[in-house]
């Protein structure tokens, strides 16, 4: 499989519910990101993993929880989520070459639709 | 605040004409400038990215242009096709910072 997954494509959950999303990267890059994109909206650039380690965390609340455990992988974890959070959660990568990370071009996944009840 | 806008959220053409959308941008001063395209339930697509030394850039039917003193970019398809419809985003870069605009949704009438 080649280019940036995302799983569950879809998702519902309720507000006391803990759920994961997963995003798998097949290109060989070096960065990975969490975007949020709701309805109207501008991207929210809400994590950036760079080398696996976070260098960025935008003023995001705690319920989210992002875990990179190496730089093929990035997870969001989801724990007591507010309607609000309703939204497209694309992950995507990048290949940061000497420069810090948003400088590069970025690919995203097909994103995780998320309802939260 | 640092702010980018895009024209229009919706834009309807006709095709074979020449569909132009604008990226205006204040309070920031971004080296790149990226285009995107998203389709209905998936992810944005890159398509060009444009460096701020540079005044144009084109591939393909696709030309974009890059002014950082009217602090605009303008994003140009040619000979529009009906497969052409989808938002498009633009998108700002900084050494430490990325941000999108909300993107225009693009219609190409057959």
């Known amino acids: 499989e080649t280019g940036v997954t995302q799983t569950p494509r879809h998702l519902v959950m309720g507000m006391t519910n803990k759920k994961s999303l997963k995003c798998e990267q097949h290109?060989?890059?070096?960065?990975m990101y969490w975007y949020k994109q709701s309805a109207k909206k501008p991207l929210e650039l809400m994590f950036v993993?760079?080398?696996?380690?976070?260098?960025e965390n935008n003023s995001v609340p705690s319920r989210f929880s992002p875990e990179c455990p190496n730089s093929s992988h990035l997870f969001l974890h989801l724990h007591t989520l507010q309607p609000e959070d309703s939204a497209l959660y694309l992950c995507?990568?990048?290949?940061?070459?000497?420069?810090?990370?948003?400088?590069?071009?970025?690919?995203f996944g097909p994103g995780t639709r998320l309802t939260v009840l | 605040s640092q702010k980018i806008e895009q024209n229009s959220e919706a834009l309807n053409i006709q095709e074979g004409k020449t569909a132009t959308l604008t990226c205006n941008y204040t309070?920031?001063?971004?080296?790149?400038l990226q285009w995107y395209r998203q389709d209905p339930g998936r992810g944005p697509v890159f398509l060009l990215l444009?460096?701020?030394?540079?005044k144009e850039k084109r591939k393909e039917r696709l030309k974009v242009t890059f002014d950082t003193t009217l602090k605009q970019s303008l994003f140009h398809i040619t000979a529009s096709q009906p497969a052409d419809s989808a938002t498009y985003l633009c998108?700002?870069?900084?050494?430490?910072?990325?941000?999108f605009g909300s993107g225009t949704r693009l219609s190409i009438r057959p």
């Open positions: 995507a990568s990048s290949q940061v070459n000497g420069g810090t990370p948003s400088t590069d071009t970025q690919y």
């Open positions: 290109l060989g890059h070096n960065a």
């Open positions: 993993y760079s080398l696996e380690e976070r260098v």
């Open positions: 309070n920031y001063s971004p080296a790149y």
């Open positions: 444009i460096r701020e030394n540079e």
């Open positions: 998108a700002l870069q900084s050494a430490s910072k990325i941000i």
